[in-house]
């Protein structure tokens, strides 16, 4: 008996969460900007994900061609300060950059979840302590943290992420929590209550679930927070350090080429903005689209 | 109503506890303390010399004790690198970042509110499709970079305004001067909090207008631009207020990239400075005041708010 | 309605673009001094004017203070006097020491001081000035002083009379005029006594007093230094008005500020901007040599780097005039030894040299017992691949430099890792625990050849860095401290530097040029590097 209504529950929550996507995409495909985002953004991984397999060129080494070449079929960027291909560094920098960016997403989504949800659905102390917090560390500004925890502690990649993470995470976190208080009072979430299934079961089985779509708009628009987050740092020269190339440290090596070699500043800080403003559209057209009132007639 | 002020009060002195907590252990992790800032030749005697001098031979507890018993009694202490009183260093540079944030807030309140009804009103149509455009290029550009270009731009090629500094204040003051150095630097911190604005107007603005009391109005027939103006906007506006509160956080964060950029000599540097030099009681100074700006800035949101929606005092 | 207001927002912003046209134009500092006493016949130093120069952060107005740094030094230069300084040849000359002479036994320096010098408040300058200086703050372990480790051999200061003072030595330092050249200015007793140096901020931070030939008119945290011709100088009176130091912490304003007149003359530290200056007009770039040195440097303490040959093959690996031409444009020579050519008398390349060999530096390598056998593109020995873990703080052009020698040493078959780490924590590994394999950096020394700081055994613990020991050298260099004889030291410091060319307790890199870059309308700068001519800036003078 108890089984069943399980699975039928279940069995539910999967046909609708799938219909919910299915619309998802189709009212996403209405929106042109966030439609075409979406494949550029599909186009710009596979090219700095597969890219380097095609241009292997080593990114660190110097070239024959001597510092600050201009474009060549050798070098289709030209060489950089150093003598370095500017190509091969695009590449594996923007690596290194979206990396950075989703690991950091991922890890603020993983603090924002839990805390969103353990915080909205269990209440009482857990809520208050919890929701207390969140509003503490969105009121603080925490690129101050940011700033001193990396200057003391050091810059390595995985610091740089946990930092980043550990300062984005509280918008994630009220979202989830808003959405678990409503999906609570669903019946069949109150049906599964009743039936005596554990809290975390139910929390990871039927209320997560449901807020899936909201955590991925809101993962797509800290993915672009990150990585905007991450320049920043780069630029006060707190972010990952050369050799290893991004598109943050690439940027700001070329501060000081500014009057001599502008491209070099040009191309990084063009490629952050395309990958942000790409991220930002998504995110803004997944949310418009998950929110029913913006729904185009 | 006192009891949600003390209440609000109470959390916000926790808050502040905990912040200076945190900050204190997290510096004093760092390698290297205040004797690695020394210079390369300094030998082994004279950095312990410098520790010793410094009190950081005693446990950090112990030194966290102190330093919370100063500050309660007002005293931040002395800053290690300049020897000056921490409160007096921080009073020397906040006046800037004021100016900076000012400005800004009352640059990108007008035009975020003016393009946030715009984009309302003329909702689905070419203007609010642009302003969004607008909103969300604003909010991916690294600021640095624009900043960057608006340097190359107006102070490399076209020699129009200078690229870094804060101008002369002294005797030799001149109105131009002045605003030449603020133009670039507000406008920067601008693009950061502008299109929050924008879009929280707008939402705002749309809740109101689909709301029963403006229909009513309209159906009484009074004229488009009054319903708009006179009836929605003023009640669109209340929350907006409380945007205010985000955005002080935000504010003051862009500003340390901001200053940064342009060599603004306000808090920013100041944290980036202490923060380089391992001058703890200026990094730890620093972190209270601007705690405490954003406590208050949002204990002052929230009174304003419990008047204008008493439901809040229930929170 | 709405149309309206983008007419009014858009010629707004208009007015404001036309305003800064019109308005902004490259007012120069240079030009706005006044020109009273000058003789308006053209040519020749003129009174009058004021020149502009960049420093990086807020400075502390005392040369001893721990945190006075390179922007505190460029003022308290000017602020302050020495008992000597950096001559135009830069062998010490009479500052408030008018001579000095060494005892036989080099034990007992006597320096014959200036009876004509008063303090920017008035006082006389007197020996009891000195005797407190060293003995009160530079001797004071436990105060940790600036340079004080310049003057560990030193017991104490006696006063002879009022203007004679005696320098006591432990050993003979034959440096010693030299070491009184450099950042080592005379505080005013009369202030400083029963005060804490570094805690008196009326003086650091606000008031100074000093002799020197320029002083204090006003300080804004954050913004500028404003000295003003100080008419009761005891030498020369300056012939400029005023000296303003900017703080401007951004090197590109650096830059652009000299282009819009804005500064008149600074020191170059990031080369990438050279290119645009040479091309200005009214704007001249010129190489100055300085007392400096890069190195690479291996920590001896480990037994793979006591090998000589691998640090030979390391240097032959290195191509080091591409790195000059690349990174500072040029503006650098090949070190053989550690002494700079600016030394002229001490310096010599007629030592062993490593030019750009690869092939060499395999071979090297390969006679030390590493060999790649496995095939991997990295050497190893006893089944071991070299790998080698290289840390470097980040500051001006070695983070540029590491990145190309790492380049070419994986080229001759060295695992090598970058570390790019800040400053601090670079200090907290390489020189305070000396847990390190592999660093790159430079120092910057007294105009004398004496570098037994560096590389003598007994300063392993102090700045000798990679921890060389080598019994000839600490012989050679303690003999060159020693000897006051010009001819007898060039004889030895010859020695000394053939030995350190072949066997490299340090990798020399290069001797970097100082890029001076200077508006034309400043004249009167001695060509010497932007610190040591600035001894000299009341000479300087500006000419329309």
Redesign the interface.
Request: zero cysteines.
């Given at each position: 008996m108890e089984a069943s209504t399980q699975s039928n529950v279940s069995s539910g929550v999967a046909v609708q969460s799938n219909k919910r996507k299915n619309s998802l995409l189709h009212r996403l495909r209405q929106n042109k900007?966030a439609y075409f985002s979406l494949w550029f953004l599909i186009v710009l991984h596979a090219v700095v994900f597969l890219g380097p397999f095609v241009w292997s060129m080593n990114p660190?080494?110097?070239q024959d061609a001597?510092?600050l070449a201009s474009w060549s079929l050798q070098h289709p960027f030209g060489t950089d300060?150093?003598?370095r291909d500017v190509f091969a560094r695009m590449l594996h920098g923007g690596r290194v950059t979206l990396l950075v960016g989703l690991a950091a997403m991922l890890f603020s989504l993983l603090i924002g979840t839990f805390v969103g949800a353990c915080a909205g659905f269990f209440g009482k102390v857990v809520e208050s302590v919890f929701m207390?917090i969140t509003e503490?560390m969105?009121?603080?500004?925490?690129?101050?943290?940011v700033?001193?925890?990396l200057?003391?502690?050091?810059?390595s990649p995985i610091m740089v992420i946990v930092v980043i993470a550990l300062s984005s995470w509280m918008e994630i976190a009220r979202v989830v929590y808003g959405e678990t208080l409503r999906w609570k009072e669903y019946e069949f979430v109150e049906a599964a209550n009743a039936s005596g299934a554990k809290s975390i079961r139910i929390l990871t089985k039927y209320i997560i679930p449901q807020i899936i779509p909201s955590i991925i708009v809101s993962g797509t628009l800290t993915i672009?927070a990150a990585i905007?987050t991450e320049?920043?740092i780069s630029?006060?020269?707190?972010g990952i350090?050369?050799?290893t190339p991004t598109w943050g440290n690439m940027?700001q090596n070329s501060?000081?080429?500014?009057?001599?070699a502008?491209v070099l500043?040009i191309l990084p800080?063009a490629a952050?903005?395309i990958a942000?403003?790409a991220y930002?559209?998504l995110g803004?057209g997944l949310r418009d689209a998950l929110d029913p009132?913006f729904v185009?007639k | 109503m006192l009891r949600f002020l003390l209440n609000r009060l109470g959390q916000s002195v926790v808050l502040l506890l905990i912040v200076t907590v945190i900050t204190f252990f997290l510096i004093n992790l760092a390698p290297g303390g205040p004797a690695s800032t020394m210079r390369m030749e300094a030998s082994p005697e004279e950095r312990q010399a410098m520790i010793e001098k410094l009190g950081l031979d005693q446990p950090i507890y112990v030194r966290y004790i102190d330093w919370i018993t100063n500050a309660v009694q007002g005293d931040l202490g002395i800053s290690f690198t300049s020897s000056e009183p921490v409160i007096q260093r921080i009073i020397e540079r906040l006046p800037y970042t004021i100016e900076l944030t000012v400005f800004t807030i009352i640059i990108s309140v007008i035009i975020g509110i003016l393009l946030g009804v715009l984009s309302a009103i003329k909702r689905g149509k070419a203007q609010d499709h642009m302003i969004n455009f607008m909103s969300v290029i604003g909010l991916s550009v690294p600021a640095f970079w624009l900043g960057l270009m608006l340097i190359l731009l107006f102070s490399i090629t076209l020699g129009w305004l200078p690229s870094s500094g804060v101008g002369s204040r002294g005797a030799d003051f001149d109105l131009w001067g002045w605003v030449s150095h603020l133009i670039l630097p507000v406008l920067i911190l601008t693009t950061t909090v502008l299109p929050n604005i924008v879009r929280f107007t707008r939402s705002s603005m749309l809740e109101v207008i689909s709301q029963n009391y403006i229909r009513t109005v309209r159906a009484k027939g009074a004229k488009e631009s009054i319903v708009l103006y006179v009836h929605a906007l003023r009640n669109a506006l209340i929350p907006v207020v409380t945007i205010i509160g985000v955005l002080i956080p935000r504010l003051l964060s862009g500003a340390v990239i901001t200053e940064a950029i342009f060599g603004w000599t306000g808090i920013g540097t100041l944290i980036i400075e202490a923060a380089r030099g391992r001058d703890y009681p200026l990094v730890m100074g620093v972190t209270v005041m601007i705690t405490i700006v954003v406590v208050v800035c949002n204990l002052f949101v929230d009174l304003v708010y419990s008047r204008i929606d008493p439901r809040v005092k229930n929170v | 309605m709405k149309k309206s207001k983008w007419k009014f927002f858009s010629t707004l912003l208009l007015s404001i673009v036309l305003l800064a046209a019109c308005s902004y134009g490259g007012d120069s500092a240079t030009s706005s001094g006044e020109k009273e006493n000058g003789n308006s016949t053209g040519g020749g130093p003129k009174k009058g004017g004021k020149v502009s120069i960049p420093i990086v952060a807020d400075p502390t107005f005392n040369p001893w203070h721990p945190n006075a740094y390179a922007e505190s030094n460029v003022i308290n230069r000017v602020l302050f006097s020495g008992l000597t300084q950096p001559g135009k040849d830069l062998v010490p000359a009479p500052d408030l020491a008018e001579k000095w002479e060494a005892s036989e036994d080099g034990l007992e320096w006597t320096f014959f001081l200036r009876n004509d010098v008063l303090w920017h408040d008035g006082e006389k300058f007197t020996a009891e000035d000195v005797a407190y200086t060293f003995n009160e703050i530079v001797l004071n372990k436990e105060l940790g002083a600036n340079n004080a480790s310049y003057f560990q051999k030193l017991k104490e200061v006696q006063v002879v009379d009022d203007y004679t003072v005696k320098f006591l030595m432990e050993s003979p330092v034959a440096a010693l005029p030299a070491y009184l050249s450099f950042n080592t200015e005379i505080l005013p007793k009369h202030i400083f006594e029963g005060n804490d140096p570094w805690e008196l901020t009326s003086f650091n931070k606000k008031n100074p007093v000093g002799t020197g030939s320029f002083k204090l008119k006003s300080y804004t945290s954050g913004q500028n230094v404003v000295l003003e011709r100080n008419d009761d100088f005891y030498g020369e009176t300056a012939l400029l008005d005023e000296v303003e130091y900017k703080v401007l912490a951004d090197a590109n304003t650096h830059v652009a500020q000299i282009l819009s007149g804005e500064l008149s003359i600074f020191a170059l530290d990031d080369l990438a901007a050279l290119e645009r200056i040479e091309k200005a007009k009214g704007v001249t770039v010129e190489g100055r040599e300085t007392t400096r040195f890069f190195w690479l440097i291996v920590n001896q303490t480990m037994e793979k780097y006591q090998d000589v040959r691998v640090r030979q093959a390391i240097l032959h690996a290195i191509d080091r005039q591409n790195i000059i031409d690349t990174v500072l444009k040029g503006y650098g020579t090949i070190a053989d030894a550690g002494i700079a050519p600016a030394l002229k008398e001490y310096y010599t390349n007629d030592v062993t040299r490593y030019d750009y060999d690869p092939e060499r530096a395999k071979e090297l390598l390969a006679e030390a017992g590493w060999k790649d056998t496995d095939g991997d593109g990295i050497v190893d020995k006893d089944g071991e691949p070299f790998k080698i873990d290289f840390e470097i703080g980040i500051q001006g052009d070695l983070e540029a430099v590491s990145q190309m020698v790492q380049q070419y040493l994986v080229k001759v078959g060295l695992d090598v890792k970058l570390n790019a780490m800040e400053w601090n924590a670079m200090v907290q590994d390489v020189v305070v625990n000396r847990d390190y394999e592999m660093s790159l950096n430079w120092w910057r020394y007294p105009a004398d050849p004496d570098l037994s700081a560096y590389m003598h055994s007994n300063s392993i613990k102090g700045m000798n860095i990679p921890a060389y020991q080598n019994e000839e050298l600490d012989k050679l260099l303690d003999a060159g401290a020693q000897a006051s004889d010009v001819g007898e030291r060039k004889a030895i410091y010859m020695d000394a530097q053939k030995l350190m060319a072949e066997e490299l307790p340090y990798m020399f890199l290069w001797y970097p040029q100082e890029a001076q870059v200077r508006v034309d309308k400043l004249k009167g700068v001695p060509d010497l590097a932007f610190g040591d001519a600035l001894h000299y800036i009341h000479e300087w003078y500006i000419e329309e």
């Open positions: 900007v660190e080494e110097l001597g510092a300060d150093l003598g207390r503490a969105m009121a603080i500004p925490n690129f101050f943290f700033l001193v925890a200057t003391v502690l050091g810059t672009a905007l320049s920043a630029y006060l020269g707190l350090q050369p050799p940027l501060q000081q080429y500014i009057w001599t502008p500043g800080g952050i903005t942000v403003l930002n559209f803004d009132r185009k | - | -």
